[in-house]
C-alpha cells in the first residue's frame, strides 16, 4: 500500500490490482467505496477485457484461451515503479501466467497523481511485441452512495456535460443487451434510484460527454473527466450503498458473436511498438 496527499487529499493505492482504495478530503471525508460485503473492490482496472467473452474463451491463430470476466489484471500484483508524497506510478508485463490467458506481450502502466484539488489516473498501455495487440481497457472505480453529508441516497443524480438522448445497453451478469431502452437521462440529468439498477449496468455505448458531475443535496459531490475511453457504464447493486461510474473502451461480446479476438468489436488494437494512453479525473467538492 502506498498512501499519499497533496492540496487537503490524502489517497491510498495497492500494489495488487493498482487498485485506489482510498480517497479523502481535509475533513478526512471518504469519496470511495470501502470494499464492503456487497462488492469486494474499491476501484478495479478492467485490462486486457472489459466485459465477458462468449463461455470467457478467447479465440487466437487457431487456439483458444480462457480470459476471465473484465481480464485478470486487477487480481495481478503489480511492480512499484515510482512512490512519492504526491503520487506513484505502477507497472505489470506480461509473463507466462499472463500468456496463458491471453498470448499477447504488453506493458501496463498506472500513474496516479494528487494536484490541483483532484487526482489524476493516467493508464498508458504498451505494446513491446511484434505483431498488433488487441485489448479492452476500464476505469471501475466505486464511489460512496450516499455521498459525503448526504442523509441518505435520495436526491442523488449525475449530470453529464452534454445531453445524453440515445437508447442505452444493458449489462446483466454475462451478457450483453444493446440499445435496449429508451435513455433515463432527462437532458444531461440522471436521477439516482437504487431501481435503476436492477436489471444490470446502464451502458452508454456511444456518450457525447466526456465528463460529469455526481452530486446531492447538501453533499460533498464528485466531478469526473475521462479521456481515450469511448463508453460508460453505471452501475451498482439495488440495496448497496456505491455507485461505480465507468469510462471504457470495450464491452462484453455482442450477443451471438464468438469470433478470434482480433475481430471483437469495441477494441483497441495496438501497433507494434506503441502506446495508447487513457486518462481519469476525480475532483471532489
Known amino acids: 500500500m502506498h498512501r499519499f496527499g497533496a492540496g487537503g487529499l490524502t489517497a491510498t493505492v495497492r500494489a495488487v490490482g493498482a487498485e485506489l482504495c482510498s480517497l479523502r478530503d481535509a475533513a478526512g471525508r471518504e469519496y470511495l467505496w470501502q470494499a464492503g ?9 478492467l485490462f486486457p ?23 485478470f489484471a486487477r487480481d495481478r500484483v503489480f ?11 505502477l507497472e505489470l508485463r506480461d509473463d507466462a501466467e499472463s500468456r496463458a490467458a491471453y498470448p499477447f506481450a504488453f506493458r501496463l502502466e498506472l500513474a496516479f ?6 487526482l489524476d489516473i493516467t493508464a ?16 471501475h472505480p ?4 450516499p455521498l459525503p453529508g448526504a442523509a441518505s441516497q435520495a436526491g442523488h443524480a449525475v449530470l453529464f456535460d452534454q445531453p445524453e438522448p440515445a437508447p442505452i445497453g444493458r449489462l446483466p451478469q454475462d451478457c450483453f443487451a444493446r440499445a435496449v431502452e429508451p435513455s433515463p437521462v432527462r437532458g444531461r440529468d440522471l436521477a439516482l434510484d437504487p431501481a435503476l439498477f436492477a436489471a444490470g449496468a446502464v451502458v452508454l455505448e ?24 469511448p463508453q460508460l457504464g453505471l452501475w451498482s447493486k439495488p440495496g448497496a450503498d456505491f455507485l461505480c461510474i465507468e469510462p471504457w473502451h470495450g464491452f ?14 469495441g477494441l483497441a488494437l495496438l501497433p507494434p511498438g506503441a502506446s495508447q494512453v487513457f486518462g481519469l479525473a476525480i475532483r471532489p467538492g
Open 206 to 229: 456511444a456518450p457525447h460527454s466526456r465528463g460529469l458531475g455526481y452530486t446531492a443535496p447538501g453533499a460533498s459531490g464528485l466531478r469526473l473527466a475521462w479521456q481515450g475511453l
Open 37 to 45: 460485503p456487497a462488492w469486494p473492490r474499491h476501484a478495479p482496472v
Open 79 to 89: 511492480t512499484w515503479a515510482e512512490r512519492s508524497a504526491s503520487g506513484c506510478r
Open 113 to 118: 497523481t494528487l494536484a490541483a484539488g483532484g
Open 49 to 71: 477485457m472489459v466485459g465477458r467473452l462468449a463461455g470467457d474463451v478467447l479465440r487466437h491463430n487457431g487456439r483458444t484461451y480462457r480470459l476471465p470476466q473484465h481480464g
Open 142 to 145: 466505486g464511489f460512496a452512495w
Open 252 to 265: 462484453h461480446s455482442p450477443p451471438g458473436w464468438d469470433g478470434a479476438f482480433l475481430d471483437k468489436p
Open 124 to 139: 498508458t498501455v504498451h505494446n513491446p511485441g511484434a505483431e498488433v495487440l488487441p485489448f479492452g481497457f476500464g476505469f
